[in-house]
Protein backbone atom coordinates (compact mmCIF):
# COMPACT_ATOMS: atom_id res chain seq x y z
CA UNK A 1 0.00 0.00 0.00
CA UNK A 2 1.65 3.04 -1.43
CA UNK A 3 1.55 5.70 1.53
CA UNK A 4 1.72 9.39 0.42
CA UNK A 5 2.07 12.49 3.03
CA UNK A 6 2.36 12.21 6.94
CA UNK A 7 5.77 11.46 6.96
CA UNK A 8 7.12 14.36 5.56
CA UNK A 9 10.39 14.84 7.70
CA UNK A 10 12.65 17.56 7.54
CA UNK A 11 16.47 16.17 7.06
CA UNK A 12 17.52 19.38 8.99
CA UNK A 13 15.58 18.90 12.11
CA UNK A 14 16.11 14.75 11.71
CA UNK A 15 20.09 15.53 11.79
CA UNK A 16 20.36 18.18 14.66
CA UNK A 17 17.99 15.32 16.83
CA UNK A 18 20.46 12.70 15.38
CA UNK A 19 23.48 14.73 16.46
CA UNK A 20 21.25 15.23 20.10
CA UNK A 21 20.27 12.00 21.04
CA UNK A 22 23.84 10.62 19.65
CA UNK A 23 25.71 12.70 22.44
CA UNK A 24 22.83 11.83 25.44
CA UNK A 25 24.09 7.95 24.23
CA UNK A 26 27.88 9.17 24.39
CA UNK A 27 26.97 10.89 28.15
CA UNK A 28 24.28 7.65 29.05
CA UNK A 29 27.19 5.19 28.47
CA UNK A 30 30.06 7.26 29.92
CA UNK A 31 27.89 7.19 33.08
CA UNK A 32 27.21 3.61 32.80
CA UNK A 33 30.74 3.43 32.58
CA UNK A 34 32.28 5.40 35.16
CA UNK A 35 29.69 6.07 37.60
CA UNK A 36 31.10 8.98 39.31
CA UNK A 37 29.71 12.37 37.78
CA UNK A 38 33.26 13.86 38.42
CA UNK A 39 34.87 11.33 36.32
CA UNK A 40 32.38 11.81 33.60
CA UNK A 41 32.70 15.47 33.64
CA UNK A 42 36.55 14.72 33.01
CA UNK A 43 35.90 12.00 30.09
CA UNK A 44 33.76 14.58 28.02
CA UNK A 45 36.48 17.31 28.39
CA UNK A 46 38.85 14.97 27.50
CA UNK A 47 36.97 13.67 24.39
CA UNK A 48 36.64 17.02 23.06
CA UNK A 49 40.07 18.21 23.87
CA UNK A 50 41.85 14.77 23.79
CA UNK A 51 40.75 11.72 22.88
CA UNK A 52 42.94 8.50 21.73
CA UNK A 53 45.75 10.67 22.91
CA UNK A 54 48.40 8.52 21.03
CA UNK A 55 46.52 8.96 17.92
CA UNK A 56 46.39 12.97 17.78
CA UNK A 57 42.63 12.14 17.71
CA UNK A 58 41.26 15.45 18.80
CA UNK A 59 37.71 16.62 18.46
CA UNK A 60 38.21 20.40 18.97
CA UNK A 61 41.49 20.21 17.05
CA UNK A 62 39.70 18.67 13.85
CA UNK A 63 36.45 20.79 14.64
CA UNK A 64 39.07 24.04 14.52
CA UNK A 65 40.26 22.63 10.69
CA UNK A 66 37.01 22.53 9.49
CA UNK A 67 35.36 25.60 11.10
CA UNK A 68 39.02 27.47 9.42
CA UNK A 69 38.41 25.91 6.20
CA UNK A 70 34.87 26.22 5.39
CA UNK A 71 35.02 30.12 7.41
CA UNK A 72 37.79 31.30 5.46
CA UNK A 73 38.66 33.43 8.98
CA UNK A 74 42.31 34.12 9.64
CA UNK A 75 44.08 35.10 13.25
CA UNK A 76 42.46 37.28 15.19
CA UNK A 77 43.69 40.23 16.54
CA UNK A 78 43.12 39.84 20.24
CA UNK A 79 41.19 38.46 22.57
CA UNK A 80 37.95 40.24 22.16
CA UNK A 81 38.04 39.11 18.33
CA UNK A 82 38.90 35.22 19.37
CA UNK A 83 35.88 35.32 21.58
CA UNK A 84 33.40 36.77 19.16
CA UNK A 85 34.41 34.56 16.30
CA UNK A 86 33.80 32.00 18.98
CA UNK A 87 29.99 32.92 19.46
CA UNK A 88 29.18 34.59 16.40
CA UNK A 89 30.83 31.93 13.97
CA UNK A 90 31.82 29.21 15.64
CA UNK A 91 28.93 28.21 17.70
CA UNK A 92 26.27 29.21 14.93
CA UNK A 93 28.43 26.79 12.38
CA UNK A 94 28.56 24.06 14.85
CA UNK A 95 25.17 24.32 16.78
CA UNK A 96 23.75 26.57 15.24
CA UNK A 97 23.18 29.18 18.20
CA UNK A 98 24.93 32.00 19.00
CA UNK A 99 25.87 32.83 22.64
CA UNK A 100 26.03 36.15 23.93
CA UNK A 101 29.69 37.25 25.03
CA UNK A 102 29.75 38.51 28.39
CA UNK A 103 31.38 39.12 31.52
CA UNK A 104 34.91 40.65 30.60
CA UNK A 105 37.28 40.55 33.44
CA UNK A 106 39.30 43.86 34.37
CA UNK A 107 42.44 42.38 32.52
CA UNK A 108 40.35 41.59 29.64
CA UNK A 109 41.29 37.91 29.78
CA UNK A 110 38.56 36.56 30.81
CA UNK A 111 35.06 35.73 29.14
CA UNK A 112 31.71 34.02 29.52
CA UNK A 113 29.45 32.48 27.03
CA UNK A 114 25.87 32.66 27.55
CA UNK A 115 23.36 30.15 26.11
CA UNK A 116 19.54 30.46 25.96
CA UNK A 117 19.46 27.42 24.39
CA UNK A 118 21.81 24.41 24.59
CA UNK A 119 20.90 21.58 21.28
CA UNK A 120 23.38 19.28 22.92
CA UNK A 121 20.56 19.41 25.89
CA UNK A 122 17.51 19.21 24.27
CA UNK A 123 15.63 16.66 25.80
CA UNK A 124 17.24 16.17 28.83
CA UNK A 125 16.73 16.52 32.14
CA UNK A 126 18.75 15.39 34.92
CA UNK A 127 17.96 12.82 37.47
CA UNK A 128 18.56 13.70 41.10
CA UNK A 129 21.62 11.70 41.77
CA UNK A 130 23.46 13.20 39.05
CA UNK A 131 23.55 16.84 40.29
CA UNK A 132 27.27 17.23 39.73
CA UNK A 133 27.21 16.15 36.43
CA UNK A 134 28.28 18.76 33.44
CA UNK A 135 26.24 17.47 31.07
CA UNK A 136 27.86 19.53 28.16
CA UNK A 137 31.24 19.23 29.11
CA UNK A 138 32.20 17.82 25.90
CA UNK A 139 31.98 22.23 24.52
CA UNK A 140 35.12 22.91 27.08
CA UNK A 141 36.85 20.34 26.15
CA UNK A 142 36.03 21.28 22.25
CA UNK A 143 36.52 24.89 22.88
CA UNK A 144 40.30 24.15 24.78
CA UNK A 145 41.60 22.10 21.87
CA UNK A 146 40.15 24.61 19.18
CA UNK A 147 42.35 27.22 20.75
CA UNK A 148 45.29 25.44 21.25
CA UNK A 149 45.38 24.82 17.50
CA UNK A 150 45.62 28.53 16.89
CA UNK A 151 48.25 29.05 19.63
CA UNK A 152 46.31 30.12 22.49
CA UNK A 153 46.05 28.11 26.32
CA UNK A 154 43.00 28.59 27.97
CA UNK A 155 41.21 27.44 30.82
CA UNK A 156 37.18 26.43 30.28
CA UNK A 157 34.50 25.66 32.55
CA UNK A 158 30.98 25.91 32.96
CA UNK A 159 29.86 27.99 35.77
CA UNK A 160 26.47 27.46 35.44
CA UNK A 161 23.85 25.35 33.65
CA UNK A 162 20.03 25.66 33.00
CA UNK A 163 20.09 21.48 33.50
CA UNK A 164 20.94 21.85 37.22
CA UNK A 165 18.10 24.77 37.61
CA UNK A 166 20.13 27.86 37.08
CA UNK A 167 18.77 30.40 35.24
CA UNK A 168 21.38 30.19 32.10
CA UNK A 169 24.21 28.14 31.08
CA UNK A 170 27.38 29.97 31.01
CA UNK A 171 31.01 28.96 30.19
CA UNK A 172 33.77 30.75 31.09
CA UNK A 173 36.72 31.39 29.10
CA UNK A 174 39.90 32.18 30.46
CA UNK A 175 43.01 33.05 28.56
CA UNK A 176 46.41 31.51 29.66
CA UNK A 177 49.24 32.38 27.40
CA UNK A 178 50.17 32.43 23.55
CA UNK A 179 51.60 29.37 22.42
CA UNK A 180 54.69 29.85 19.78
CA UNK A 181 55.52 27.71 16.82
CA UNK A 182 57.94 25.79 17.55
CA UNK A 183 61.48 26.03 17.05
CA UNK A 184 63.38 23.61 14.01
CA UNK A 185 65.65 21.02 15.44
CA UNK A 186 69.06 22.34 16.56
CA UNK A 187 68.29 25.95 16.76
CA UNK A 188 67.84 28.12 19.87
CA UNK B 1 38.23 -5.49 24.21
CA UNK B 2 37.22 -4.79 20.46
CA UNK B 3 34.25 -6.25 20.83
CA UNK B 4 33.26 -4.67 23.91
CA UNK B 5 33.87 -1.46 21.78
CA UNK B 6 31.61 -2.28 19.12
CA UNK B 7 28.77 -4.22 21.02
CA UNK B 8 28.57 -1.01 23.15
CA UNK B 9 28.51 1.40 20.27
CA UNK B 10 25.52 -0.92 18.74
CA UNK B 11 23.59 -0.74 22.15
CA UNK B 12 24.09 3.12 21.89
CA UNK B 13 22.95 3.21 18.24
CA UNK B 14 20.00 0.91 19.36
CA UNK B 15 18.70 3.66 21.82
CA UNK B 16 19.32 6.96 18.90
CA UNK B 17 17.42 4.52 16.35
CA UNK B 18 14.68 4.05 18.36
CA UNK B 19 14.02 7.58 19.66
CA UNK B 20 14.63 9.00 16.40
CA UNK B 21 12.17 6.33 14.32
CA UNK B 22 9.54 7.66 17.17
CA UNK B 23 10.03 11.14 16.66
CA UNK B 24 10.30 10.67 12.96
CA UNK B 25 6.69 9.02 12.49
CA UNK B 26 5.09 10.31 15.53
CA UNK B 27 2.33 11.84 13.58
CA UNK B 28 2.37 9.77 10.78
CA UNK B 29 -0.16 6.31 10.24
CA UNK B 30 1.07 2.86 10.92
CA UNK B 31 2.58 1.10 8.45
CA UNK B 32 0.58 -1.84 6.21
CA UNK B 33 3.13 -4.30 6.36
CA UNK B 34 7.01 -5.15 7.04
CA UNK B 35 7.93 -4.45 3.65
CA UNK B 36 6.85 -0.94 3.59
CA UNK B 37 8.51 -0.76 7.49
CA UNK B 38 12.23 -1.49 5.55
CA UNK B 39 11.30 0.58 2.71
CA UNK B 40 10.68 3.79 5.21
CA UNK B 41 14.69 2.81 6.56
CA UNK B 42 15.94 2.90 2.86
CA UNK B 43 14.26 6.34 2.10
CA UNK B 44 13.55 8.62 4.55
CA UNK B 45 15.36 7.17 7.66
CA UNK B 46 18.89 7.09 5.14
CA UNK B 47 17.98 10.31 4.24
CA UNK B 48 17.38 11.83 7.59
CA UNK B 49 20.41 10.20 9.07
CA UNK B 50 22.79 9.95 5.89
CA UNK B 51 22.12 12.35 2.99
CA UNK B 52 21.43 10.10 0.67
CA UNK B 53 19.03 6.84 -0.08
CA UNK B 54 20.29 3.46 -0.38
CA UNK B 55 21.20 2.21 -3.47
CA UNK B 56 19.53 -1.32 -3.71
CA UNK B 57 17.19 -3.74 -1.30
CA UNK B 58 17.07 -6.84 -2.18
CA UNK B 59 14.75 -9.53 -0.02
CA UNK B 60 14.79 -13.40 0.02
CA UNK B 61 11.11 -12.81 1.47
CA UNK B 62 11.97 -15.34 3.91
CA UNK B 63 12.37 -12.17 6.57
CA UNK B 64 16.13 -11.74 5.38
CA UNK B 65 16.88 -7.86 3.78
CA UNK B 66 19.93 -6.58 2.30
CA UNK B 67 20.71 -3.15 2.07
CA UNK B 68 23.20 -1.94 -0.03
CA UNK B 69 24.90 1.99 0.24
CA UNK B 70 27.92 2.03 -1.92
CA UNK B 71 29.21 5.05 -1.19
CA UNK B 72 28.45 4.80 2.62
CA UNK B 73 28.51 8.23 4.26
CA UNK B 74 30.91 7.08 7.19
CA UNK B 75 33.59 5.67 4.96
CA UNK B 76 33.70 7.98 2.07
CA UNK B 77 36.55 10.21 3.94
CA UNK B 78 38.32 7.09 5.21
CA UNK B 79 39.36 5.10 1.65
CA UNK B 80 38.13 4.30 -1.26
CA UNK B 81 39.59 0.83 -1.48
CA UNK B 82 40.94 -1.82 1.02
CA UNK B 83 42.83 0.44 3.29
CA UNK B 84 41.85 0.75 6.81
CA UNK B 85 39.25 -2.33 6.09
CA UNK B 86 40.04 -3.85 9.62
CA UNK B 87 38.77 -0.90 10.72
CA UNK B 88 35.36 -0.69 9.40
CA UNK B 89 33.28 -2.70 11.88
CA UNK B 90 34.16 -0.09 14.81
CA UNK B 91 32.96 2.76 12.50
CA UNK B 92 29.15 0.73 10.94
CA UNK B 93 28.41 -0.88 14.51
CA UNK B 94 26.53 2.42 15.39
CA UNK B 95 24.42 2.35 12.25
CA UNK B 96 23.68 -1.32 13.13
CA UNK B 97 22.48 -0.29 16.08
CA UNK B 98 20.47 2.74 14.69
CA UNK B 99 18.75 0.39 11.98
CA UNK B 100 17.74 -2.82 14.80
CA UNK B 101 16.29 0.20 17.62
CA UNK B 102 14.48 1.90 14.20
CA UNK B 103 12.89 -1.54 13.37
CA UNK B 104 12.37 -2.01 17.20
CA UNK B 105 10.07 1.18 17.65
CA UNK B 106 8.36 -0.65 15.67
CA UNK B 107 7.87 -3.70 17.21
CA UNK B 108 9.97 -5.44 14.75
CA UNK B 109 13.22 -7.53 16.62
CA UNK B 110 16.02 -8.07 14.46
CA UNK B 111 19.45 -8.85 13.69
CA UNK B 112 21.31 -6.09 11.67
CA UNK B 113 25.60 -6.81 10.65
CA UNK B 114 27.41 -5.15 8.11
CA UNK B 115 29.47 -6.26 5.74
CA UNK B 116 32.47 -4.39 3.60
CA UNK B 117 34.78 -5.65 0.62
CA UNK B 118 35.75 -2.09 -0.91
CA UNK B 119 35.05 0.63 1.03
CA UNK B 120 33.33 3.07 0.87
CA UNK B 121 30.68 0.54 -0.18
CA UNK B 122 28.68 -1.20 2.67
CA UNK B 123 26.23 -3.90 3.05
CA UNK B 124 23.72 -4.26 5.57
CA UNK B 125 21.81 -7.23 6.40
CA UNK B 126 18.58 -7.42 8.24
CA UNK B 127 17.27 -10.93 9.38
CA UNK B 128 13.68 -10.56 11.05
CA UNK B 129 13.29 -14.10 12.89
CA UNK B 130 10.42 -15.82 11.92
CA UNK B 131 8.38 -17.11 14.96
CA UNK C 1 55.34 25.15 -16.49
CA UNK C 2 56.20 22.14 -14.18
CA UNK C 3 55.86 21.56 -10.35
CA UNK C 4 58.16 19.30 -8.56
CA UNK C 5 57.24 18.79 -5.32
CA UNK C 6 55.37 19.70 -2.28
CA UNK C 7 55.89 19.43 1.62
CA UNK C 8 53.00 19.68 4.37
CA UNK C 9 54.20 20.55 7.54
CA UNK C 10 52.30 20.77 11.07
CA UNK C 11 53.15 23.26 13.18
CA UNK C 12 55.60 21.33 15.48
CA UNK C 13 57.69 20.46 12.23
CA UNK C 14 57.16 17.11 11.29
CA UNK C 15 56.44 16.99 7.81
CA UNK C 16 52.76 15.24 7.22
CA UNK C 17 53.14 14.79 3.56
CA UNK C 18 55.92 15.03 0.98
CA UNK C 19 55.30 14.09 -2.92
CA UNK C 20 57.34 15.12 -5.90
CA UNK C 21 56.03 14.72 -9.08
CA UNK C 22 59.50 15.84 -11.38
CA UNK C 23 62.70 16.36 -9.39
CA UNK C 24 65.78 16.37 -11.43
CA UNK C 25 68.26 17.11 -8.61
CA UNK C 26 68.56 15.71 -5.16
CA UNK C 27 69.53 17.70 -2.23
CA UNK C 28 71.71 14.59 -1.11
CA UNK C 29 71.00 14.30 2.32
CA UNK C 30 68.45 11.67 4.26
CA UNK C 31 64.60 12.96 3.43
CA UNK C 32 64.19 13.09 7.12
CA UNK C 33 67.22 15.96 6.89
CA UNK C 34 65.60 17.71 4.23
CA UNK C 35 62.61 18.00 5.63
CA UNK C 36 64.11 19.32 8.84
CA UNK C 37 66.26 22.25 6.70
CA UNK C 38 63.15 23.22 5.00
CA UNK C 39 60.77 23.86 7.86
CA UNK C 40 64.02 25.58 8.74
CA UNK C 41 63.94 27.43 6.10
CA UNK C 42 60.42 28.32 6.27
CA UNK C 43 60.39 29.14 10.11
CA UNK C 44 63.21 31.44 9.53
CA UNK C 45 61.89 33.87 6.29
CA UNK C 46 58.91 34.01 8.41
CA UNK C 47 60.72 35.24 11.49
CA UNK C 48 63.04 37.28 9.03
CA UNK C 49 60.02 38.68 7.59
CA UNK C 50 58.01 39.88 10.67
CA UNK C 51 61.54 41.12 12.12
CA UNK C 52 62.61 43.36 9.74
CA UNK C 53 59.08 44.59 8.55
CA UNK C 54 58.80 48.17 8.04
CA UNK C 55 54.77 47.73 8.93
CA UNK C 56 52.99 45.65 11.63
CA UNK C 57 52.11 43.09 9.14
CA UNK C 58 49.69 40.83 11.88
CA UNK C 59 47.38 43.54 11.79
CA UNK C 60 47.80 44.95 8.19
CA UNK C 61 47.48 41.73 6.61
CA UNK C 62 46.80 37.82 7.57
CA UNK C 63 49.62 36.85 5.43
CA UNK C 64 53.47 37.12 5.72
CA UNK C 65 55.28 35.21 3.18
CA UNK C 66 53.73 34.02 0.46
CA UNK C 67 56.58 33.39 -2.07
CA UNK C 68 60.34 33.53 -3.51
CA UNK C 69 61.95 33.08 -6.63
CA UNK C 70 65.36 32.24 -7.34
CA UNK C 71 66.39 32.08 -10.97
CA UNK C 72 65.47 28.84 -11.49
CA UNK C 73 62.57 28.09 -8.89
CA UNK C 74 59.68 29.15 -7.58
CA UNK C 75 58.56 28.01 -3.76
CA UNK C 76 55.43 28.86 -3.23
CA UNK C 77 53.87 29.08 0.54
CA UNK C 78 50.36 28.80 2.41
CA UNK C 79 50.20 28.72 6.29
CA UNK C 80 46.64 28.18 7.86
CA UNK C 81 45.66 29.94 11.18
CA UNK C 82 46.17 26.47 12.77
CA UNK C 83 49.97 26.71 11.92
CA UNK C 84 49.79 24.23 9.22
CA UNK C 85 52.26 25.04 6.40
CA UNK C 86 51.70 23.71 2.88
CA UNK C 87 55.15 24.21 0.56
CA UNK C 88 54.97 23.58 -3.34
CA UNK C 89 58.08 23.70 -5.74
CA UNK C 90 57.17 24.94 -9.48
CA UNK C 91 59.30 26.33 -12.62
CA UNK C 92 59.42 30.43 -12.92
CA UNK C 93 56.51 30.95 -15.24
CA UNK C 94 53.75 29.92 -12.91
CA UNK C 95 51.64 32.37 -11.11
CA UNK C 96 50.76 32.49 -7.99
CA UNK C 97 49.31 29.35 -6.78
CA UNK C 98 47.83 29.78 -3.39
CA UNK C 99 44.29 29.34 -4.34
CA UNK C 100 45.54 25.58 -5.41
CA UNK C 101 46.89 25.25 -1.74
CA UNK C 102 43.77 26.85 -0.25
CA UNK C 103 42.02 24.31 -2.26
CA UNK C 104 44.37 21.55 -0.90
CA UNK C 105 43.32 22.44 2.59
CA UNK C 106 40.22 23.27 2.37
CA UNK C 107 38.69 20.19 0.03
CA UNK C 108 41.44 17.32 0.22
CA UNK C 109 43.33 18.12 3.69
CA UNK C 110 39.89 18.44 5.73
CA UNK C 111 37.94 16.41 3.83
CA UNK C 112 40.36 12.77 4.07
CA UNK C 113 43.04 14.03 6.89
CA UNK C 114 40.45 15.85 8.74
CA UNK C 115 37.33 13.89 8.75
CA UNK C 116 38.99 10.90 8.91
CA UNK C 117 38.79 9.09 12.49
CA UNK C 118 41.98 6.79 11.55
CA UNK C 119 44.25 9.65 10.14
CA UNK C 120 46.40 11.62 12.67
CA UNK C 121 46.67 15.00 12.62
CA UNK C 122 50.35 14.73 14.06
CA UNK C 123 52.30 12.47 11.81
CA UNK C 124 52.94 11.51 8.44
CA UNK C 125 49.51 11.01 6.65
CA UNK C 126 49.40 7.18 5.31
CA UNK C 127 45.76 7.66 3.95
CA UNK C 128 46.21 6.57 0.32
CA UNK C 129 42.80 8.33 -0.70
CA UNK C 130 44.41 11.13 0.70
CA UNK C 131 47.77 10.86 -1.51
CA UNK C 132 45.76 9.49 -4.44
CA UNK C 133 43.63 12.90 -4.50
CA UNK C 134 46.41 15.15 -4.34
CA UNK C 135 48.43 13.59 -7.36
CA UNK C 136 44.94 13.90 -9.39
CA UNK C 137 44.60 17.65 -8.33
CA UNK C 138 48.26 17.88 -9.04
CA UNK C 139 48.75 16.71 -12.42
CA UNK C 140 45.07 18.87 -13.42
CA UNK C 141 46.43 22.09 -12.35
CA UNK C 142 47.06 24.19 -15.82
CA UNK C 143 50.93 24.73 -13.66
CA UNK C 144 51.63 20.92 -14.34
Known amino acids: MARQGGRATDPRKVSQELFTLTYGALVAQLIKDY????????????????????????????????????????????????????????????????????????????FSLIMDANPLADFVELPDDHNQLNYS???????????????????????????????????????????????????? | MTNNIISKLEQMGCRVGQSLAERFTRDSPRFGSELDIIKFICK???????????????????????????????????????????????????????????????????????????????????????? | MTIYNMYIFDRNGTCLFYQEWQRNKNSGMPQEEEFKLMYGLIFSIKSFISRMSPVDFYSNSKDGFTS????????????????????????????????????IYNSIYVEY????????????IKSEIFKEKIDTYIRGLPAF
Open chain 1, 137 to 188: NILCGVIRGALESVQMAVDVRFVQDILKGDNQTEIRVKFIKRLEDALPAGEE
Open chain 3, 113 to 124: VVKNPLCSLNSA
Open chain 3, 68 to 103: FNTNYYKLHFFETPSGLKFVLNTSLNVDSLRDSLQY
Open chain 1, 35 to 110: EQDDEVNKQLDKIGFLFFACRGYNIGVRLIEDFLARSGIGRCNDFRETADVIAKNGFRMFLGITPQVTNWSAAGDE
Open chain 2, 44 to 131: EFWVGTFKKQVDNLRTNHLGVYVILDSRFKLLTHMSAGEQYLESAPKYLAFTCGLVRGALASFGINSVVTAEVSTMPSCKFQISIPKT
